[in-house]
């Protein structure tokens, strides 16, 4: 390996839903986890069952160990513990509530490092932090995906702000700027798109918080000011129902795609012009990065960490939380402009390389070493 650091275990709760459907952690991984793996000594561990996108990683040579683990079962930290003894696992870089709690115990057992990673702004269960609290002994140092998810993670994994560093998230941007020239008018031939059409895209898990319904609710004001409008929804998820019975009550089925979960989320950026995340929260949005990527503008309310992902005004819009009346209006005076939309476009392509894979693994690497340089510095909980 390049660097001198122990053995890692990267470990999570899970890889995607149970069901197969990815979500944001399992961009992360297929991402990351390539890359990082050529530059440590890396384990990938699981606490639940198998998920088919892992195949990927199996594919690179990089075979995950999922544990299979009831979520209430404690008695997997002696699974965790075995394993990381075996693997000789020196530094435990955790994220999610149960992995980050299964870290600290074994650090307890072990003495390892623990990295606790904190991707969003979640208030975890009083139960929980009962356990982060009475554990956050052993932990070393706090990763946070953006400086939003920073009050989270002092409240809820009880990690010290002295403590903690902000490193954003990133992506192989390889993965989309190696497109076939044809895949524009193909993407919307197969779903039935004229190719003069304006296009918006909503890449994303049919959940609560990444309100679907909403932006579906605001289609008919969009497509009474651009009646060409097509929004592609990207995903798959509990309220994909709902939204389809919502669009079908509204009567603006015309004017949307529903596709399900898709394996050429490059390839449908590529035939949008403009990328829509009205999420209620987001720690550090992988969709946002993505859009960037592909050089597609972004319209999204200003939550969370897409403040930090987006440059208003350069690279996409950022409306106040909730204002629907403000979203229709940055999506309508960005598609109706089209000099103003290619020039948000040759930004964000730009502004893409400050969230490559490349950047953030070398700042784990970072957080790796510092951790192992001081590992008599544990943190401890106030």
């Not at 008695?75 to 299964?102: D, E, F, P, S, Y």
């Not at 623990?114 to 009083?126: E, G, I, K, S, W």
């Not at 999204?300 to 204002?323: F, H, K, N, S, W």
Request: proline share 6%.
């Amino acid at each position: 390996m390049p660097t001198k650091l122990p053995p890692v275990m990267l470990l999570g709760d899970t890889f995607g839903y149970p069901s197969g459907i990815s979500h944001g952690i399992t961009t992360y991984y297929l991402n990351v986890v390539p890359l990082l793996s050529q530059q440590v000594d890396l384990t990938v561990c699981l606490l639940r069952e198998p998920h088919p996108a892992a195949r990927e990683l199996e594919v690179a040579g990089i075979k995950p160990f999922f544990l299979g683990a009831h979520r209430m079962n404690p008695l997997v930290a002696l699974q965790v513990a075995a394993l990381a003894k075996q693997r000789g696992c020196r530094i435990l870089h955790a994220g999610g509530m149960k992995a980050t709690w299964v870290a600290r115990a074994v650090a307890r057992l072990s003495g390892a490092s623990v990295l606790v990673h904190v991707h969003d702004q979640r208030v975890l269960p009083a139960p929980v932090r009962f356990l982060h609290r009475m554990f956050a002994r052993r932990t070393d140092l706090g990763i946070c995906v953006s400086q939003a998810v920073t009050e989270a993670a002092q409240a809820g994994y009880y990690l010290p702000q002295d403590r903690l560093r902000i490193v954003h998230n990133g992506i192989d941007l390889s993965r989309f700027r190696q497109i076939a020239p044809d895949a524009r008018p193909r993407v919307r031939a197969e779903l039935g798109i004229r190719s003069d059409a304006r296009v918006l895209a909503l890449i994303g898990r049919f959940y609560p918080v990444k309100a679907h319904e909403e932006m579906i609710r605001m289609m008919p004001a969009i497509a009474a000011r651009c009646p060409d409008v097509v929004l592609v929804l990207a995903g798959d998820g509990p309220c994909r129902p709902e939204c389809e019975s919502l669009a079908a009550r509204l009567n603006i089925q015309a004017h949307l795609r529903f596709l399900g979960q898709r394996n050429d989320v490059a390839d449908l950026l590529d035939a949008s012009d403009l990328v829509v995340v009205p999420s209620q929260t987001e720690g550090f949005p992988l969709a946002v990065v993505e859009a960037l990527a592909i050089g597609r503008p972004v319209v999204g309310y200003d939550v969370g960490g897409m403040g930090e992902a987006i440059e208003c005004g350069q690279t996409g819009q950022l409306v106040p939380a909730r204002d629907m009346d403000a979203f229709v209006d940055a999506v309508v005076s960005l598609l109706d402009d089209r000099a103003a939309l290619a020039a948000y476009s040759k930004r964000a392509f730009a502004a893409a390389e400050e969230f490559s894979t490349s950047s953030h693994v070398a700042k784990l690497l970072e957080c790796y070493g510092e951790v192992r340089a001081n590992p008599a510095r544990a943190a401890t909980a106030s």
